[in-house]
């Protein structure tokens, strides 16, 4: 078995942590749908990055709310890069598959789609 890299990507309205807890659920659940074969004891870990204005709430509690509680979680800040996405929220989910990378699905939802438009396969 191989440990491959899903990305996916959103954007929330507002530093809520409503809103961070929507948006960043909203993704995971997307990346699971895209990825059918997605199993939570398989995934190795998650590494979550927020734009510097989002500071509200982790993303990685969103996870924890869906009932991701073995699998190993980390939050991070984006480099500020000016002119980047506002209010973006990033994920890197390490996926133990035996699925070849052209089969990995990754979901850009919303005005993140515009961050890597070669690997669009959803809206």
């Known amino acids: 078995m191989t440990t491959r890299g899903v990305r996916g990507a959103t ?19 997307k ?10 004891e398989d995934l190795a870990s998650i590494l979550f990055t927020v734009t510097a204005d989002l500071t509200a709430v982790h993303p990685a509690k969103a996870a924890r709310l869906m009932g991701w509680g ?8 984006e480099i ?8 973006c929220i990033r994920v890197l989910i390490h996926w133990n598959t035996m699925l070849p990378q052209e089969k ?13 438009p070669d690997l669009m396969h959803n809206e």
């Open 11 to 29: 954007v929330c309205n507002s530093n809520t942590a409503e809103d961070i807890l929507t948006a960043t659920k909203e993704l995971l659940e």
């Open 31 to 40: 990346i699971v749908q895209t990825n059918p074969t997605m199993l939570q």
């Open 70 to 77: 073995q699998t190993p979680l980390m939050c991070a800040q």
């Open 80 to 87: 500020p890069v000016p002119g980047s996405l506002p209010k």
């Open 104 to 116: 990995i699905v990754h979901v850009y939802l919303h005005e993140a789609a515009a961050l890597r």
